[in-house]
């Protein structure tokens, strides 16, 4: 089992990564990351994922995996970024 750790779980990208990695047999979501939210319960935030995801909004915690979702306006914009961004570097 890999455990997931998912920084910044409010936007529209780590929504979409919890709800895909919820239902994945090879998944445990271990935390979800947001700075605003931190100690809210996901499913208060997001009624779509109750049943699914039973955490808290935290800040990071050990994880084998970390997905990184910051909002379009945080990425630099360097070459490397945005070649990253389209999954080609």
Known sequence: MIKAGIVGGTGY??????RLLARHPQVELAAITSRKEAGMAVAELFPSLRGHVCLRFSTPEEADLKCSSPPPTAWPCSRRARCWMRGCG
């Open 13 to 18: 990208t780590g929504v979409e990564l919890m």
